[in-house]
């Protein structure tokens, strides 16, 4: 893991792990360092180096080593940090022969790593006589020096080591490095420091993130042992930092290995788990490098901060509900005794009073009301809904007023706004009022009259300003007759008095609210018809229709009706009983009998009475082509249609009064 210390400033750091020898050749080249890097110079070789070294990386002191041979290659294969190597070149060898060749004609070389084969061929151009080795550990160089000491060797030319062997035995040591291969081992560390404190920068972000996360996390590396750890999850896993570096998560806490995610590669998201008795929702995911799995990190996210979350993203959706779409603009119908009502309600909408709308159920009571809303000063601020028909009492209760944490069992944790206070500075439309059980309606009265509520199992009001539209499709007077309701909150509701027409009181409005509904659904089906084309048939059956459902029924029946007819591409083509069998209550109204299109034959009847016989003048009086009003005929009376269009039905049609024209 890598030190968890601010991110370095000024020169970089490097540590020169040395031996006597090469550091004393050194020293000048330390010096002239001096100005670019602060230089710590160490003399260990292997073990012990390595030690030396590790301590410096713990304690942040170094952000790069330099070193020769040995030491070099054990810091490079023990250490988490960057190591340049003073590396021995030809020419510096050469240069060490030389020198040797003034004081001998024969020459041990003892080198860390492998031998050099060109060596032979040096040896015939300086007229020495060479006897090379290899070590790979002290005693190794060691046991190498004693041999070339038998065998007479008075000069050895080697590493630092070597030479120190050399001069305790009485021999000459020459050591083969050169001021200019210790000048580019210092230069190549002092490039890998700079890149190392560009990763330490980054680190540092990434790791200031990772601790300032509310989160537990902890990353593993391929064998599952901990790489990274952030305060929360070191705080749940119980144990100080250095207990945990590079232990084996699974070991640790079995509950949390990483092994599985690590041998499938296969990450997770959104897990419960139970640990350390709190309930978590767990990510285990993939840390790559280049596309291959480098290690794995576990995230554990406090489940009671997601639940808490959940019910306030909840509410926030549930606030976004609280809004009135509708406007004045939106109700259709320009009848008489809409027009009427849409004129009271903009009076009404100018006030802040309360008001109680009648009327039968979908007559449009909560349109009306968001329109009056959407027009008053209230409007943008909540508009709250809430049907008192679809509550029991005890839930309608807590719904309106809320409550207190603990104020009954199984109540929620923080409490609950009710709906008084979700429309506070807004509308509450209290729909089906008839419905409200009398224990409620006292406390209704009760938060109109003093403009305060209170929540369940509270101790003191909260203010509330709120304006109450109630609607009902009872009559109230026979309820408070029957004891059912309470007179004086009647008279505080029944301020303002808003009686919307059912819709048989306003026909005239049947084609202008059906046809833009029915057009939208055709469309949605995907089909081109015209909807003023294609109902033009029937729309004297729709508009004698009773509706005992209002708006909403012609809602539903223009979706039933659009379905029956996308079956048709022409609107010619739509039989003349094509919604008898969809629609019936269309055509049973009166009690016509067999339904058989029996309006619309009285119709055509009509039209052709009153068009004098004329087809095409019938045909425009229908509203539909001259081609659909034979068809029509045909299917009513097919034998006499087809073959004697004088005759039959038709001849009836004329028999009553009505001289049709066949060469029209
Ligand atoms: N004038 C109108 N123009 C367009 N759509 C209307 C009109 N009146 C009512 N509607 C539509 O009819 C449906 C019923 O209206 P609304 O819910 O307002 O009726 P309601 O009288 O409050 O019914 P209930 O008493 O059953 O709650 C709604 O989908 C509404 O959009």
Avoid at 288 to 303: F, K, N, S
Avoid at 390 to 406: H, V
Wanted: glycine fraction near 8%; hydrophobic fraction near 45%; aromatic fraction near 6%.
């Amino acid at each position: 893991m890598p030190p968890l210390s601010s991110p370095p400033s000024g020169l970089p750091r490097l540590c020169f792990v040395s031996y006597r020898h090469i550091r004393e050749l050194a020293m000048p080249v330390v010096a002239e360092y001096a100005q670019r890097a602060r230089i710590e110079v160490v003399d260990a070789t292997f073990g012990d180096a390595l030690a030396v070294a590790q301590d410096r990386v713990e304690r942040g002191m170094a952000d790069a080593f330099v070193s020769a041979g040995s030491n070099a290659a054990t810091l490079r294969a023990g250490l988490q940090a960057p190591v340049a190597t003073i590396h021995l070149g030809g020419f510096d060898l050469l240069q060490a022969l030389i020198r040797a060749r003034r004081v001998a004609d024969r020459v041990g070389v003892v080198m860390y790593g492998q031998t050099i084969p060109e060596l032979d061929d040096v040896k015939d151009l300086l007229n020495i006589g060479i006897s090379q080795h290899a070590y790979r550990t002290p005693d190794d160089a060691r046991r190498r020096f004693e041999t070339l000491r038998k065998e007479g060797y008075e000069v050895i030319v080697g590493s630092s080591l070597v030479v120190e062997l050399a001069e305790q035995a009485g021999l000459r040591g020459l050591l083969a490095y050169s001021l200019a291969s210790i000048r580019k081992g210092f230069d190549d560390a002092l490039e890998l420091a700079r890149v190392a404190r560009l990763e330490a920068g980054r680190y540092e972000q990434l790791h200031s993130v990772l601790h300032n996360l509310q989160e537990a996390v902890v990353a593993v590396d391929r064998e599952d042992r901990i790489i990274a750890i952030n305060p929360p999850m070191r705080q749940l896993l119980g144990k100080p930092d250095a207990l945990l570096r590079r232990q084996t998560l699974g070991d640790l806490e079995p509950a949390l290995s990483l092994r599985a995610t690590l041998a499938s590669g296969r990450q997770e998201r959104a897990i419960a788990l139970r640990f350390g008795q709190r309930d978590w929702v767990v990510d285990r995911t993939l840390i790559r490098e280049h596309g291959d799995i480098v290690g794995a990190a576990l995230t554990l996210h406090d489940a009671s901060a997601i639940q808490a979350a959940d019910a306030s993203l909840r509410i926030l959706q549930r606030r976004q509900q609280h809004t009135a779409r509708h406007t004045f603009a939106s109700l259709a119908g320009r009848s008489q005794a809409m027009r009427t009502a849409v004129a009271t309600a903009h009076r009404y909408a100018r006030t802040d009073l309360g008001v109680l709308i009648t009327g039968e159920s979908g007559v449009g009571k909560e349109l009306f009301a968001q329109a009056i809303h959407n027009e008053s000063r209230r409007a943008g601020r909540p508009f709250v809904a809430v049907n008192c028909a679809s509550f029991p009492e005890s839930l309608l209760e807590s719904e309106l007023f809320g409550y207190e944490e603990g104020a009954f069992t199984g109540s929620r944790r923080g409490g609950k706004c009710g709906l008084f206070e979700a429309a506070h500075t807004g509308t509450l439309f209290l729909d089906e009022i008839g419905d409200m059980p009398m224990p409620l309606q006292t406390r209704l009265l009760r938060v109109l009259q003093e403009r305060e509520i209170m929540r369940l199992g509270a101790t003191a009001p909260l203010p509330i300003d709120v304006r109450v539209i109630a609607a009902t499709h009872q009559p109230l007077e026979s309820l408070i007759e029957q004891g059912r309701f309470r007179r004086d909150l009647y008279y505080r509701l029944n301020i303002l008095r808003l009686a919307l027409p059912a819709l048989r009181e306003r026909r005239d409005d049947i084609p202008a609210l059906i046809l833009p509904m029915a057009d939208r659904c055709l469309k949605r089906l995907g089909s081109s018809l015209d909807a003023a084309t294609a109902l033009g048939p029937w729309m004297d059956a729709l508009r004698s229709y009773h509706w005992p459902g209002n708006v909403r029924e012609l809602e539903n029946l223009a979706e039933r009706i659009a379905v029956t007819l996308a079956q048709y591409a022409d609107a010619r083509d739509i039989p003349l009983d094509a919604l008898v069998h969809d629609c019936p209550e269309l055509f049973n109204a009166g009690g016509a009998g067999p339904a058989a299109g029996r309006p619309l034959e009285q119709r055509v009847r009509a039209a052709l009475a009153q068009a004098g016989g004329r087809r095409a003048e019938a045909a425009r009086l229908l509203g539909v082509s001259r081609s659909t009003l034979w068809r029509w005929l045909a299917e009513l009376d097919p034998g006499a249609a087809q073959a004697h269009p004088h005759h039959g039905f038709l001849q009836g049609q004329a028999g009553r009064g009505a001289a049709i024209n066949g060469n029209e």
